[in-house]
């Protein structure tokens, strides 16, 4: 199933300019975090630590703009 996921996301994204790696890791963390966690329950430390993204202001932002897409 989620390899299905990221290649419909990936084939969305390809010709949008507003998606950068930022949003790729996160999505990809949020992915990965769903398959472990079967309540698909996980907080923004843990997203943010697995997609490497320090600054919370940057990782609102990038879900933000995932939503948006």
Do not use: P, W
Not at 42 to 55: D, H, N, T, V
Request: aromatic share 12%.
């Amino acid at each position: 199933m989620s390899s299905s996921l990221l290649y419909r996301f990936f084939d969305r994204i390809q010709s949008d300019a507003r998606i950068g790696a930022a949003h790729i890791a996160l999505f990809t963390a949020m992915v990965q975090l769903s398959q472990d966690n079967l309540t698909a329950k996980f907080y923004g430390r843990e997203l943010r630590q697995m997609a490497k993204i320090c600054s919370s202001r940057t990782y609102f932002k990038t879900l933000r703009d995932l939503q948006e897409c």
